[in-house]
């Protein structure tokens, strides 16, 4: 094995026309016991073909740096060339160019030839590099190189970085075949050159160290610069080789270690490794370039209808804002707030416009005097929403306009109103475009004036006049006040009605009444006549009608139950009938005066003092113990017999204050509480019978009723 080595790394002394020797990189393969040792120099062929050899122990380290500063400095004097390319043989031709400057060298498993006593056949050399090779006179002797043990020896440690070579980043390199190793010395860092260089240029960037007396010869630095360019081819071989082996790596027969991909620094490798671009990444560079030419158009487009947008949002103006007018019970409101929306761009974009007039509700200065009260909207096909509101916040209407003309004011008093017009989408073609709502809330008092009617404007003295009050708003009774007493205003079928009877010695002329109803004062004028009342004188007392009850002579049990508030009208129904079926004698009529003892003069004129006059009516029928019925309907209050010359006595109340009162029966079919109707049985009659009639506390003429010449009470 040493022997082996030592004829592997012996280099002759003599060198005569060296021919450069290139192996395969696939053919050669070491012995599997024999690792191939690897060298820093390319060694020159002999003449004859065989490998010279050195000596093992002969290796010198601070020669081999030597020649490592001797290869900077050659570097740095050396000027950078074009690229040039050795043809290589068509066994060697690599698949791909790497780059030959300034990029480190991979190592490369060991390409020596296995050891052999055998001469080996030489390497075919390309024509071109013989015919331009000149022929290299006897050299005495050869540069000194790194011993090839020296390399094996440090084979698995990392070569020193240069300024050519950076370090290799913690990574062992691969160990490279003698070609290779003479390469990294002699041509790394050095320029490409073009065709055949001449020997001036070629003798500087040579790694080799020649001796001092050999520095000028030409032929020397010509077998240099062949040499170097030979050197140069191997490198870029392997470098190819070695690019191929990792793309496909095939098994390997020693132990070399994984040698690490090339680093390329130059700019023209990373031009050429720059991968294509894909067709989805073409693809989505050309999305990318139209997607922002549609962005530029859409953003130009919408400046320019952004301005437009402006300018016709400034032409609508509150000119094109509608004119709604609103009246009620003949009065014109004014509204409150509005809030319309001016359309822009079509529908979807629109001016608002809204403002609150009055936060408070307008007050109308007129009283509203109907009860049902017109409120018109112009124009009318807006939809509208009317709330009323009562003094206590309580809802009485709650509709559309149209809706209120129907409504009836149950009563007067303050209310409160709003008003909303709407006009939407849906309104009229020619405002369709205009939408909003505008609002009025104002605030009105209902002040209806009932009717006053005075139903009889000329009675007679003894008769009944009437008054008659249409419907209030109030709920309330009205009243009335004048010389004439009354009982007051009871509800009657279409208002209030009051009787007023009349005394028999009333004041005769006209009569001022006041009636007061809703808040409204009426003043009525009444006109009373004279009755025509007839007299009696008599010459002594004895002669005087008896029995006689005067007004004042009335009991105290019949006195109290006239100051009793009446009840419902009962003669609406049949009216009045006199009391008896058969005929009957009056011998005392309501207003007859009876006098005794006046002189023939006081006769003649009706003047004098000392009489009595009559407020009610003595009956006597035809036959005693006559049946006596109802005149009309009512209700009894008193049936009882009261002694002395009142007898049996009966009180009927038939409504409003008019009750009827009968003195003197012997007997009585009905008892108080008794609801008794027109005509029913009543009683049995004594000699005489006193019949009265009274509204309140005043008497009137009970005949005028019973014959239905009372015209007052016809109304009710």
Same mark, same amino acid.
């Given at each position: 094995m040493e022997e082996d080595k030592k004829s592997t790394a012996v280099q002759p002394e003599e060198a005569p026309k060296p021919k450069p020797r290139r192996r395969k990189a696939a053919s050669p393969q070491p012995a599997a016991d024999t690792p191939p040792a690897p060298t820093d120099s390319a060694e020159p062929p002999a003449a004859d073909g065989q490998s010279t050899k050195k000596p093992a122990a002969s290796p010198k380290k601070p020669r081999a740096k030597k020649n490592t500063k001797t290869t900077k400095t050659a570097k740095s004097k050396t000027p950078k060339a074009a690229k040039t390319t050795k043809k290589a043989p068509a066994d060697e031709t690599p698949e791909r160019k790497a780059p030959a400057q300034e990029s480190p060298v991979p190592a490369a498993p060991d390409l020596a030839e296995p050891k052999s006593e055998s001469k080996p056949e030489p390497p075919e050399t390309p024509a071109r590099e013989d015919a331009a090779a000149p022929t290299v006179p006897d050299v005495p002797s050869t540069p000194e190189l790194p011993e090839p043990a020296e390399r094996a020896e440090s084979a698995g440690t990392e070569p020193e970085p240069t300024a050519d070579a950076p370090a290799a980043d913690n990574t062992p390199a691969a160990e490279a075949p003698p070609e290779a190793a003479a390469a990294d010395t002699a041509v790394t860092d050095t320029p490409e050159q073009t065709g055949d260089v001449p020997a001036e240029d070629a003798a500087e960037p040579s790694g080799l160290v020649f001796s001092d007396d050999l520095a000028n010869d030409k032929a020397l630095a010509a077998e240099a610069a062949r040499m170097a360019n030979i050197s140069r081819t191997a490198q870029l071989s392997i470098a190819q080789i070695m690019a191929g082996l990792e793309e496909d790596p095939a098994p390997s027969a020693g132990p070399a270690p994984a040698s690490e991909a090339p680093q390329h620094d130059s700019t023209d490798d990373d031009e050429d490794d720059e991968p294509q671009d894909t067709i989805p990444q073409a693809l989505g560079r050309g999305v990318f370039g139209m997607f922002k030419w549609l962005l530029l158009v859409v953003l130009f487009v919408l400046i320019i209808a952004g301005g437009g947008v402006a300018w016709l949002y400034r032409s609508a103006t509150p000119d094109m804002l509608p004119e709604v007018k609103v009246t009620f019970d003949g009065q014109e409101l004014a509204p409150t707030a509005y809030k319309w929306h001016v359309p822009v761009v079509g529908s979807f974009f629109r001016r608002t416009y809204a403002e609150t007039l009055n936060s408070s509700p307008v007050v109308l200065e007129d009283a509203i005097s109907d009860a049902s009260p017109d409120i018109i909207v112009t124009p009318s096909d807006y939809s509208t929403q009317l709330t009323i509101t009562d003094a206590d916040k309580e809802t009485v209407y709650e509709g559309s306009a149209t809706a209120f003309r129907s409504y009836l004011f149950a009563e007067n008093g303050t209310f409160d109103a709003k008003l909303v017009v709407t006009a939407s989408d849906s309104a009229a073609e020619d405002r369709s475009s205009v939408t909003g709502t505008e609002t009025w809330q104002f605030r009105f008092t209902v002040s209806i004036k009932p009717s006053v009617t005075l139903c009889t404007p000329t009675v007679q003295q003894g008769s009944v006049a009437a008054v008659r009050v249409g419907s209030t708003m109030s709920r309330t009774e009205p009243t009335l006040t004048g010389p004439l007493e009354s009982t007051g205003f009871v509800r009657a079928a279409n208002g209030w009605i009051?009787? *007023?009877?009349?005394?028999?010695?009333? @004041?005769?002329?006209?009569? @001022?009444?006041?009636?007061?109803? =809703?808040?409204?004062? @009426?003043? *009525?004028?009444?006109?009373?006549?004279?009755?025509?009342?007839?007299?009696?004188?008599?010459?002594?007392?004895?002669? *005087?009608?008896?029995?006689?009850?005067?007004?004042?002579?009335?009991? =105290?049990?019949?006195?109290?139950?006239?100051?009793t508030d009446g009840g419902e009208i009962q003669w609406a129904v049949g009216g009045f009938v006199q009391p008896f079926l058969d005929s009957f004698d009056t011998p005392l009529l309501y207003g007859m005066t009876e006098y005794v003892g006046r002189s023939y003069s006081e006769r003649s004129t009706n003047y004098g003092y000392g009489g009595r006059t009559s407020t009610n009516v003595v009956i006597k029928p035809k036959k005693s113990k006559d049946s006596m019925i109802v005149p009309a309907s009512g209700h009894v209050l008193l049936a009882e017999d009261l002694g002395g010359s009142y007898g049996y006595t009966v009180v009927i109340d038939h409504g409003a204050g008019l009750r009827s009162i009968f003195y003197g029966l012997t007997a009585l079919d009905v008892e108080a509480g008794d609801d008794v109707k027109q005509g029913q049985l009543l009683g049995t009659s004594g000699r005489t019978v006193v019949a009265e009639l009274r509204i309140g506390t005043v008497p009137i003429n009970p005949l005028l009723v019973w014959r239905g010449q009372c015209d007052g009470l016809k109304y009710f």
């Open positions: 009051c009787y *007023l009877p009349i005394p028999w010695n009333a @004041e005769t002329g006209n009569t @001022e009444l006041t009636v007061t109803a =809703d808040g409204y004062t @009426e003043t *009525l004028t009444l006109s009373v006549r004279a009755a025509s009342y007839s007299y009696k004188d008599y010459s002594a007392k004895s002669q *005087l009608t008896s029995p006689y009850i005067g007004a004042d002579d009335a009991p =105290d049990a019949v006195r109290r139950l006239l100051t």
